[in-house]
Protein backbone atom coordinates (compact mmCIF):
# COMPACT_ATOMS: atom_id res chain seq x y z
CA UNK A 1 0.00 0.00 0.00
CA UNK A 2 1.15 3.51 -1.03
CA UNK A 3 0.64 6.44 1.23
CA UNK A 4 1.57 9.89 1.29
CA UNK A 5 1.01 12.27 3.80
CA UNK A 6 1.30 15.79 3.89
CA UNK A 7 2.30 18.21 6.93
CA UNK A 8 3.38 21.70 7.53
CA UNK A 9 0.61 23.86 5.69
CA UNK A 10 -0.74 27.25 7.56
CA UNK A 11 -1.78 30.55 7.25
CA UNK A 12 1.24 32.76 6.53
CA UNK A 13 1.52 36.34 5.48
CA UNK A 14 2.71 37.38 1.87
CA UNK A 15 6.37 37.70 1.95
CA UNK A 16 6.55 34.77 4.61
CA UNK A 17 7.71 31.31 4.56
CA UNK A 18 6.65 27.83 4.85
CA UNK A 19 8.63 24.50 4.65
CA UNK A 20 5.65 21.36 3.80
CA UNK A 21 6.70 17.89 4.54
CA UNK A 22 5.79 14.47 2.70
CA UNK A 23 6.41 11.49 4.31
CA UNK A 24 6.44 8.02 2.38
CA UNK A 25 5.51 4.95 2.73
CA UNK A 26 6.42 3.82 -0.57
CA UNK A 27 8.44 1.01 -1.66
CA UNK A 28 11.63 2.14 -3.78
CA UNK A 29 10.82 6.02 -2.69
CA UNK A 30 14.94 6.68 -4.01
CA UNK A 31 14.24 5.37 -7.50
CA UNK A 32 10.66 7.53 -7.83
CA UNK A 33 10.19 10.83 -8.94
CA UNK A 34 8.48 12.83 -5.80
CA UNK A 35 6.43 16.24 -6.69
CA UNK A 36 4.44 18.73 -5.69
CA UNK A 37 1.08 19.80 -7.13
CA UNK A 38 -1.94 22.07 -6.32
CA UNK A 39 -5.37 22.44 -6.46
CA UNK A 40 -6.61 26.36 -6.03
CA UNK A 41 -10.30 25.29 -5.23
CA UNK A 42 -12.39 21.97 -5.53
CA UNK A 43 -13.07 20.49 -9.01
CA UNK A 44 -9.97 22.66 -10.59
CA UNK A 45 -7.37 20.38 -11.89
CA UNK A 46 -4.10 19.77 -10.23
CA UNK A 47 -1.18 22.13 -11.30
CA UNK A 48 2.01 21.20 -11.52
CA UNK A 49 4.30 23.06 -8.48
CA UNK A 50 8.06 20.71 -8.97
CA UNK A 51 9.03 17.33 -8.77
CA UNK A 52 12.52 15.53 -7.35
CA UNK A 53 14.37 12.95 -9.53
CA UNK A 54 15.62 10.24 -7.96
CA UNK A 55 19.39 11.53 -8.18
CA UNK A 56 18.01 15.12 -6.24
CA UNK A 57 17.72 17.77 -9.36
CA UNK A 58 14.70 18.70 -9.96
CA UNK A 59 12.02 20.77 -12.29
CA UNK A 60 10.12 23.67 -11.09
CA UNK A 61 7.04 25.34 -12.85
CA UNK A 62 7.71 29.23 -13.77
CA UNK A 63 5.33 29.92 -11.19
CA UNK A 64 7.66 29.44 -8.34
CA UNK A 65 10.82 29.49 -9.80
CA UNK A 66 13.66 31.23 -7.72
CA UNK A 67 10.99 31.28 -4.80
CA UNK A 68 10.34 27.22 -4.32
CA UNK A 69 12.83 24.52 -3.22
CA UNK A 70 12.29 20.67 -3.74
CA UNK A 71 14.49 18.56 -1.51
CA UNK A 72 14.43 14.84 -0.39
CA UNK A 73 16.01 12.50 2.26
CA UNK A 74 16.00 9.15 0.40
CA UNK A 75 17.04 7.84 3.71
CA UNK A 76 14.23 8.81 5.81
CA UNK A 77 11.61 8.44 2.75
CA UNK A 78 10.76 12.20 3.20
CA UNK A 79 10.20 15.06 0.71
CA UNK A 80 10.35 18.60 1.12
CA UNK A 81 8.67 22.04 -0.47
CA UNK A 82 10.50 24.92 1.05
CA UNK A 83 8.32 27.55 0.27
CA UNK A 84 10.01 31.32 0.26
CA UNK A 85 8.51 35.02 -0.79
CA UNK A 86 4.72 33.54 -0.37
CA UNK A 87 2.40 35.81 -2.86
CA UNK A 88 -1.57 35.53 -2.15
CA UNK A 89 -1.71 33.52 -5.15
CA UNK A 90 0.16 30.88 -4.13
CA UNK A 91 -2.80 29.97 -1.88
CA UNK A 92 -4.08 26.38 -2.50
CA UNK A 93 -4.40 22.74 -1.10
CA UNK A 94 -0.76 21.47 -1.87
CA UNK A 95 -0.53 17.71 -2.89
CA UNK A 96 2.67 15.72 -2.48
CA UNK A 97 3.04 12.65 -5.25
CA UNK A 98 4.92 10.22 -6.41
CA UNK A 99 5.10 8.18 -9.68
CA UNK A 100 7.63 5.96 -12.03
CA UNK A 101 10.74 7.97 -13.72
CA UNK A 102 10.25 5.90 -17.16
CA UNK A 103 6.51 7.56 -16.55
CA UNK A 104 7.66 11.33 -16.61
CA UNK A 105 7.64 12.27 -20.31
CA UNK A 106 4.76 14.30 -19.42
CA UNK A 107 5.62 15.09 -15.33
CA UNK A 108 3.81 18.50 -15.50
CA UNK A 109 0.71 17.10 -16.11
CA UNK A 110 -1.41 15.09 -13.04
CA UNK A 111 -1.75 11.66 -15.14
CA UNK A 112 1.64 10.64 -15.43
CA UNK A 113 1.83 10.22 -11.29
CA UNK A 114 0.24 7.36 -9.76
CA UNK A 115 0.50 8.03 -6.02
CA UNK A 116 -1.39 11.10 -3.90
CA UNK A 117 -1.33 12.47 -0.39
CA UNK A 118 -4.36 13.84 1.10
CA UNK A 119 -3.22 17.48 0.89
CA UNK A 120 -2.39 20.17 2.70
CA UNK A 121 -3.69 23.93 2.80
CA UNK A 122 -1.48 26.48 2.52
CA UNK A 123 -3.56 29.94 2.61
CA UNK A 124 -1.54 33.01 2.11
CA UNK A 125 -2.70 36.45 3.17
CA UNK A 126 -2.29 39.98 2.01
Known amino acids: QVLLRESGGGLVQAGGSLNLSCEAS????????MGWFLRRAPGKEREFVGLSWPGGSAEYADSVKGRFTISRDNAKNMLYLQMNSLKPEDTSVYYC???????????????????WGQGTQVTVTS
Open 26 to 33: IRGFSVRA
Open 97 to 115: TGGRTYQMEHYYRSGAWDS
